[in-house]
């Protein structure tokens, strides 16, 4: 009797132990496009309308931070650097065209080898097939809105996309939102082990531009006034001779607008709701109503995203599998809702460089708000800390579960975020830009040239921004002298950061004009001028500007 009690106690003892050491499950969940400012839990303007009710629950379960940034605000750049841990230099992907090998797929490979089972599921666009994945079913793409098509790794059907055959794809019936949501139930229903810890990135195409929405949601919000932000329709001292041009001349043509400000492409000119605009009103009034029309069918797709993450959650809830999940929600990017009269992403600025950052994990997580730096390539780090494996040394990226866990920074924190847009005037007439962001402050140089030029197409500048006193950034103040020692250090903190992210490298052509303006004294200040004349005489000559009607091109 006595040995069977010691062979008990034994066998409880271990059993305990394993429990303890049971690495738990990580739900990675990312929707494209969805900003800060149209999540509850941020507080924002359009809180009060109560957007994402589930991701606010986790949000209140969890921690939030406030300090979380992109490395490049647009879809591959930032899906790449989560994949690698690496910053666009060097996994490869700076631009929309950049792929990411089965190789390079870093996170998943890693996770694989920690004894994860993996899965991804929804918009992947990083163009290679995601096989480093034990499971995959995703867009081709972007995808598309309404039965939309897979690469499904279980996949039966040889489908025509567009240009391309998909031998072994899948077509489901729906909206995009649903059907992702539907498609991880069955993974979890049907593939997932249960003797084996998950990863499962689940990825939603939603509220990626133009904002289709399931029919259900047209209800949505059609009474609702929704608030616009302060500086929609005054931009106040935003920008420089790189945004707006010297005396402004290039305020029509850099920057997709909300308004007609940028005749080629705004929200009065795409999108469904610019259908039901009435052009004999005003341009305040027109402006005022693109607005509406365009935040309403953005919150839309955002509910939709909300309602079908709460499937989900309601599954964990439900087997038993809630608690033992890190789980974490984002966006690839942030997005803008009518601040500086923006549409889309791209710029340095708050709105599009933060991105939403939710962790709930109640075994070791307490609830608050955290407002340390980090950054996108830390995600993958993070992860893996929690799947107990310690950040591979190829990775540029650092572990934040320790802040998470603590709330607490410590010597080694991140004091700053970087960021490096690289598709200079692509799609959105976005200049190609770098910029460093501190706690307190933020400094941009705009160089204004494609990818493999040494010479700038659009003006070259700097921007200076006090977050402390101007949170909005509605001042530029870079020629304050009372900033000068403070722009000095952030200079070389920032070229310090381009070094230790390969970003620096002679390879790049553009970083010739980087060196060439980074002083920026009178003499160039005097180039940039005129490169802005010379700029705005291009353009005005441009199909596209002088005949508005040819100007619904594809983008």
Avoid at 25 to 38: E, K
Avoid at 149 to 168: A, H, M, S
Wanted: aromatic share 12%; with cysteine; proline share 5%.
């Amino acid at each position: 009797m006595k040995y069977s009690k010691v062979i008990c106690i034994a066998l409880l003892t271990v059993i305990s132990l394993h429990a303890q050491k049971k690495k738990p499950n990580i739900l990675f969940v990312m929707s494209d496009d969805h900003t800060s400012q149209a999540i509850g839990a941020y507080g924002s303007r359009l809180a009060k309308l109560n957007p994402t009710p589930t991701i606010d629950a986790i949000a209140a379960e969890g921690v939030v931070m406030t300090n979380a940034s992109c490395q490049n605000a647009i879809c591959t750049p930032s899906r790449a650097s989560i994949m690698t841990g690496q910053s666009s230099a060097v996994n490869g992907c700076p631009t929309l065209a950049g792929q990411l090998p089965k190789d390079k797929q870093y996170l998943a490979l890693e996770m694989k080898k920690a004894g994860y089972q993996t899965a991804v599921i929804g918009k992947w666009h990083l163009h290679e097939l995601p096989e480093s994945f034990d499971y995959y079913k995703v867009l081709p793409g972007q995808g598309a809105y309404f039965n939309p098509v897979f690469y499904d790794i279980d996949g039966k059907e040889r489908i025509k996309w567009r240009k391309y055959t998909i031998e072994k794809g899948s077509r489901m019936k729906g909206h995009s939102s649903d059907c992702i949501a539907d498609s991880a139930l069955e993974w979890f229903q049907e593939k997932r082990n249960p003797n084996e810890p998950f990863f499962l990135k689940l990825h939603f195409k939603a509220p990626h531009d133009l904002f289709d929405y399931a029919p259900r949601y047209e209800t949505y919000l059609a009474d609702i006034d929704i608030p616009e932000p302060a500086n929609m329709r005054d931009r106040k001292k935003n920008g420089s001779i790189a945004t707006r041009g010297y005396n402004n001349e290039l305020e029509q043509y850099i920057g997709t607008s909300i308004g007609k400000r940028n005749p080629r492409r705004n929200y009065t000119n795409s999108g469904a709701w610019s259908k039901e605009l009435d052009f004999t009103k005003s341009d305040s009034e027109i402006h005022g109503d693109a607005y509406q029309g365009y935040m309403k069918a953005y919150l839309r797709c955002v509910k939709g995203v909300d309602d079908n993450l709460k499937r989900v959650i309601d599954y964990l809830k439900e087997n038993d599998l809630y608690d033992n999940t890190v789980i974490i929600y984002t966006g690839d990017q942030g997005f803008y809702l009518g601040e500086h009269d923006y549409m889309d992403k791209r710029w340095a600025y708050e709105e599009s460089m933060k991105m939403p950052f939710i962790v709930r994990y109640p075994k070791t997580i307490k609830p608050g708000e955290i407002d340390a730096i980090v950054e996108n390539i830390d995600y993958a780090p993070t992860m893996l800390d929690f799947a107990g494996v310690a950040t591979p040394k190829y990775m540029h990226g650092k572990s934040f579960k320790s802040i998470l866990e603590t709330g607490k920074e410590s010597e080694n924190s991140k004091k700053a975020a970087y960021y490096h847009y690289w598709m200079h005037m692509a799609s959105h007439d976005n200049p190609g830009h770098i910029a460093i962001r501190t706690k307190q402050y933020k400094l941009i140089q705009f160089y204004g040239t494609k990818m493999n030029e040494d010479k700038p197409q659009t003006p070259p500048g700097w921007e200076f921004y006090d977050l402390k006193n101007d949170p909005s950034e509605d001042n530029n103040i870079y020629d304050n002298p009372a900033y000068k020692t403070v722009i000095s250090d952030l200079k070389q903190q920032l070229k310090q950061l381009r070094k230790e992210y390969g970003e620096d490298n002679p390879k790049f052509p553009f970083n010739k004009v980087i060196d060439e303006y980074w002083d920026y004294d009178d003499a160039a200040k005097q180039k940039a001028i005129k490169i802005s004349h010379e700029y705005l005489k291009t353009v005005q000559s441009n199909i596209y500007v002088n005949n508005p009607e040819k100007k619904n091109r594809k983008h």
